[in-house]
């Protein structure tokens, strides 16, 4: 939930702006919500006390992206194919 409201609200906010979301960039922002998720859940199903698990799933989330910006690490872009670039079938 945590990861999609985060998403959807930074969409709009750029959409609002007139720029590019930062979303469909190459940023890890999305990722990065889903992983303090996952954290998150795995601090419950080990039954740490809720208010540890809270601090240190916003703690991983934050060092996450921290450290993603000062090593500028980004999620790989896909490149349109273009019709130039697909091979022809050999024809008999």
């Known amino acids: 939930m945590g990861a999609i409201t985060a998403s959807v609200g930074e969409l709009i ?3 609002l702006q007139n ?3 930062l979303l469909l960039r190459r940023n890890i922002y999305a990722l990065v919500c889903v992983a303090g998720g996952l954290f998150y859940y795995l601090c419950t199903q080990l039954n740490f006390s809720t208010s540890i698990t809270e601090l240190m799933a ?3 989330v934050i060092l996450v992206r921290v450290v993603a910006e000062k ?3 980004h999620l790989p872009v ?3 194919v273009k019709p ?3 091979e022809e079938p050999n024809k008999l």
């Open 13 to 15: 906010r750029d959409v």
């Open 19 to 21: 720029e590019v979301p």
């Open 58 to 60: 916003a703690l991983v």
């Open 71 to 73: 090593f500028n690490i």
């Open 78 to 80: 896909m490149s349109p």
């Open 84 to 86: 130039d670039d697909r």
